[in-house]
């Protein structure tokens, strides 16, 4: 969430970091001038009356001091009284509707963002790997599993309906070993600490990772008697997580950290559920998009001075996955228009998938600054301060494991149909070399 001292101070700067991310400002912010506005005047006229309220109680000390009837001052000292009661009753108020306004107003772009409408705007920043030149006709992924025998949609279909998928034998042994390769590089050789959190979070903790209000028809929510109500955030309340930056993000909620704590780096596997609401007709084939997939999630908390630097090398991070695996990917910076909600800077790594000729998003990895941060509570204490300051957050997949899954299927197909395992897979997978279609 912006701050609401900052938005009042540069409303126009605002207004026009709205419109680059392509969002009416009118629409986002309403009445936010007239609401400040009015929330000024009940503040300067609480300050008048206080001022009138001073005078007064030295005038009724004057009287008594002197022996003289001070009823009528002291009644209107009190009468004062309730009336600024009610003026700062009502300047508590408006901060009360402008925060809720705020509450669905999306990130500021930083200023190297370019500014742009859609994907098509977005800027590739680089590119790594060779695409391999295949001397046979390449298949999709959905293909090539079913052959070998290791997806199956079908049966997925029977049991949980659209979108889901089963891995059998090696399919699921692959799934296991990439989620393994990248918690081992990322705690070995990045420095993350190991997390595994819980699957359910509650509508606090969504809240505070902005994913609600605004995003509520994307998600699972168990049912309960209350049911979720836009502006009431409980925490007995249970929501399948949409990715693991829900609940690492939050097991530091209305907490203070210790300078020295950071910068503080975590990694976590967990199945990530969505319901895609607003994807329906999109990657109906395969498994691009699912409404449960896996995923090992890296989250950062880091110093303001420090959050661009360290967002660069989270996105090294991730992008080394890729590159251990032999897999051609591009780095591309988000335009204006395509950055998520809460974030102000975005990278998206893009893997090459032969049998589809086209790069596919594989990893985001977003700068939030102090957004969530003031959502979810997340305060540090800098060193040689008493006063407490935001962190900022960061976060990125390192990397979706499903679609990693299906880029090794189609980067190492081979023209007998097998399937070769990347050389760093291969400890992982107790030294098996490639998948070879299933006998008949």
Same mark, same amino acid.
């Given at each position: =969430?912006?701050?609401? $001292?900052?938005?009042? $101070? %540069?409303?126009?700067? &605002?207004?026009?970091?709205?419109?680059?991310?392509?969002?009416?400002?009118?629409?986002?912010?309403?009445?936010?001038?007239?609401?400040?506005?009015?929330?000024?005047?009940?503040?300067?006229?609480?300050?008048q009356l206080k001022a009138r309220r001073n005078k007064l109680s030295e005038e009724v000390a004057r009287l008594k001091k002197s022996g003289q009837d001070a009823t009528a001052v =002291?009644?209107?000292?009190?009468?004062?009284?309730?009336?600024?009661?009610?003026?700062?009753?009502?300047?508590?108020?408006?901060?009360? %509707?402008?925060?809720?306004?705020?509450?669905?107003? !999306? %990130?500021?772009?930083?200023?190297? &963002?370019?500014?742009?409408?859609?994907?098509?705007?977005? &800027?590739?920043?680089?590119? #790594?790997?060779?695409?391999?030149?295949?001397?046979?006709?390449?298949?999709?992924?959905?293909?090539?599993?079913?052959?070998?025998?290791?997806?199956?949609?079908?049966?997925?279909?029977?049991? /949980?309906?659209?979108?889901?998928?089963?891995?059998?034998?090696?399919?699921?042994?692959?799934?296991?070993?990439?989620?393994?390769?990248?918690?081992?590089?990322?705690?070995?050789?990045?420095?993350?600490?190991?997390?595994?959190?819980?699957?359910?979070?509650? /509508?606090?903790?969504?809240?505070?990772?902005?994913?609600?209000?605004?995003?509520?028809?994307?998600?699972?929510? *168990?049912?309960?008697?209350?049911?979720?109500?836009?502006?009431?955030?409980?925490?007995?309340?249970?929501?399948?997580?949409?990715?693991?930056?829900?609940? &690492?993000?939050?097991?530091?909620?209305? +907490?203070?950290?210790?300078?020295?704590?950071?910068?503080?780096?975590?990694?976590?596997?967990?199945?990530?559920?969505?319901?895609?609401?607003?994807?329906?007709?999109?990657?109906?084939?395969?498994?691009?998009?699912?409404?449960?997939?896996?995923?090992?999630?890296?989250?950062?908390?880091?110093?303001?001075? +420090?959050?661009?630097?360290?967002?660069?090398?989270?996105?090294?991070?991730?992008?080394?996955?890729?590159?251990?695996?032999?897999?051609?990917?591009?780095?591309?910076?988000? *335009?204006?228009?395509?950055?998520?909600?809460?974030?102000?800077?975005?990278?998206?790594?893009?893997? #090459?998938? !032969?049998? @589809?000729?086209?790069?596919?998003?594989?990893?985001? *990895?977003?700068?939030?600054?102090?957004?969530?941060?003031?959502?979810?509570?997340?305060?540090?204490?800098?060193?040689?301060?008493?006063?407490?300051?935001?962190?900022?957050?960061?976060?990125?997949?390192?990397?979706?494991?499903?679609?990693? #899954?299906?880029?090794?299927?189609? %980067?190492? @197909?081979?023209?007998?149909?097998?399937?070769?395992?990347?050389?760093?897979?291969? !400890?992982?997978?107790?030294?098996?070399?490639?998948?070879?279609?299933?006998?008949?």
């Amino acid at each position: =969430m912006l701050d609401l $001292a900052f938005v009042r $101070a %540069n409303l126009e700067l &605002v207004e026009g970091k709205l419109r680059d991310r392509g969002q009416d400002p009118a629409v986002l912010l309403g009445d936010f001038r007239a609401l400040d506005q009015n929330r000024r005047e009940r503040i300067t006229e609480a300050e008048q009356l206080k001022a009138r309220r001073n005078k007064l109680s030295e005038e009724v000390a004057r009287l008594k001091k002197s022996g003289q009837d001070a009823t009528a001052v =002291m009644e209107e000292t009190r009468a004062l009284k309730s009336q600024i009661e009610e003026f700062a009753a009502a300047a508590e108020e408006a901060d009360r %509707n402008l925060s809720a306004i705020l509450v669905n107003v !999306p %990130n500021l772009p930083l200023a190297d &963002v370019p500014i742009g409408k859609s994907e098509h705007d977005n &800027v590739e920043i680089k590119r #790594w790997g060779e695409v391999r030149q295949f001397d046979f006709a390449t298949k999709p992924h959905w293909e090539i599993g079913e052959q070998l025998g290791i997806l199956d949609l079908e049966r997925a279909a029977k049991v /949980s309906g659209a979108r889901f998928a089963v891995y059998w034998r090696e399919g699921a042994k692959l799934e296991r070993a990439l989620i393994n390769l990248m918690l081992d590089v990322h705690t070995r050789e990045h420095g993350y600490t190991e997390v595994l959190p819980p699957f359910m979070v509650n /509508s606090k903790s969504l809240f505070g990772t902005g994913q609600l209000p605004k995003f509520a028809e994307d998600l699972f929510r *168990c049912e309960d008697e209350e049911g979720f109500k836009p502006g009431v955030y409980r925490d007995n309340d249970h929501w399948l997580i949409p990715t693991a930056e829900v609940p &690492v993000t939050n097991l530091y909620r209305d +907490e203070i950290l210790d300078d020295a704590q950071l910068t503080t780096s975590l990694t976590a596997y967990t199945p990530c559920f969505r319901s895609e609401a607003g994807s329906y007709g999109k990657d109906v084939r395969g498994i691009i998009r699912q409404h449960q997939f896996q995923k090992v999630e890296l989250v950062k908390f880091t110093r303001p001075e +420090e959050s661009e630097a360290e967002h660069e090398k989270l996105t090294r991070n991730a992008e080394s996955i890729l590159e251990r695996l032999g897999l051609p990917y591009r780095r591309m910076l988000l *335009c204006t228009g395509d950055m998520g909600f809460t974030s102000a800077k975005t990278y998206d790594l893009e893997v #090459w998938l !032969p049998g @589809q000729q086209l790069y596919r998003e594989i990893s985001s *990895c977003s700068n939030f600054l102090d957004f969530q941060a003031r959502r979810a509570n997340i305060r540090y204490r800098p060193a040689g301060q008493n006063k407490t300051a935001l962190v900022h957050t960061l976060n990125g997949s390192g990397l979706a494991t499903g679609r990693t #899954w299906l880029a090794i299927l189609e %980067n190492y @197909q081979q023209a007998d149909g097998s399937v070769r395992i990347p050389e760093a897979l291969i !400890p992982y997978m107790g030294g098996q070399t490639e998948i070879r279609p299933k006998s008949k």
